[in-house]
């Protein structure tokens, strides 16, 4: 019977994927990343500085939950795709990083999903009230103006909204840094084991 059964040495690292399944790979790590250096780098500073004040935070607020869904999914699906063709017990270091790494991003963005940016949504849009009923809102520019720190001052209830909002901003941005900085190493990864251009 020796001889019969392939050592271990011989027996594939992992399984071959199509071209079908490299290029839904490709374009799943590429949108996703492509999307958020545009959104974080690029869309995000155009229009804090060019809008009012409660009409970028209401674009902000339309178009984020549907930032957060594409990201989680691509997110998944990269995951998903690269588990099939690795299975755990053939795993080398280095794809157990990279299977890391995407898990890394999934549970980032599905925070985002699912928690800090729809907290942060409605924190914002209980502001506005409060904004409006001072005559603000309408102020082009990214820096916070002095009657803003004015009615944080006076306001208990703005003050602790924004507080709020303060905390969860910063969690929903470290999550989408997160997810940036995973989905770089990853095309770096793949960069890596491209034979050729």
Same mark, same amino acid.
């Given at each position: 019977m020796e001889g019969h059964f392939p050592s271990q040495e011989t027996l594939p690292t992992d399984m071959e994927p199509s071209n079908t399944v490299k290029l839904?790979? #490709?374009?799943?790590?590429?949108? =996703?990343?492509?999307?958020?250096?545009?959104?974080?780098?690029?869309?995000?500073?155009?229009?804090? &500085?060019? #809008?009012?004040? +409660?009409? *970028? =935070?209401? $674009?902000?607020?339309?178009?984020?939950?549907? *930032?957060? +869904? $594409? &990201? =989680?999914?691509?997110?998944?699906?990269?995951?998903? #795709?690269?588990?099939m063709y690795h299975p755990s017990e053939l795993l080398s270091d280095e794809q157990t990083t990279q299977i890391i790494v995407f898990f890394t991003c999934v549970a980032a963005s599905v925070l985002n999903t699912q928690w800090f940016g729809q907290v942060t949504s409605d924190i914002t849009a209980d502001m506005h009230v409060i904004e409006r009923s001072h005559g603000l809102g309408q102020e082009v520019g990214l820096f916070t103006s002095k009657s803003y720190r004015?009615?944080?001052?006076?306001?208990? =209830?703005?003050?602790?909204?924004?507080?709020? #909002?303060?905390?969860? +901003?910063?969690l929903s941005s470290l999550c989408n840094l997160c997810c940036i900085a995973c989905n770089s190493l990853s095309l770096y990864y793949l960069a890596a084991h491209l034979p050729a251009l």
């Open positions: 839904l790979h #490709l374009v799943f790590l590429s949108t =996703s990343w492509g999307m958020q250096i545009w959104v974080t780098f690029v869309a995000g500073f155009v229009m804090g &500085s060019r #809008l009012p004040h +409660h009409t *970028y =935070s209401f $674009i902000q607020r339309e178009l984020f939950p549907y *930032y957060f +869904h $594409i &990201s =989680s999914t691509c997110a998944f699906l990269n995951l998903t #795709l690269f588990a004015q009615l944080c001052a006076s306001n208990p =209830s703005y003050r602790q909204l924004y507080s709020q #909002l303060t905390l969860y +901003h910063t």
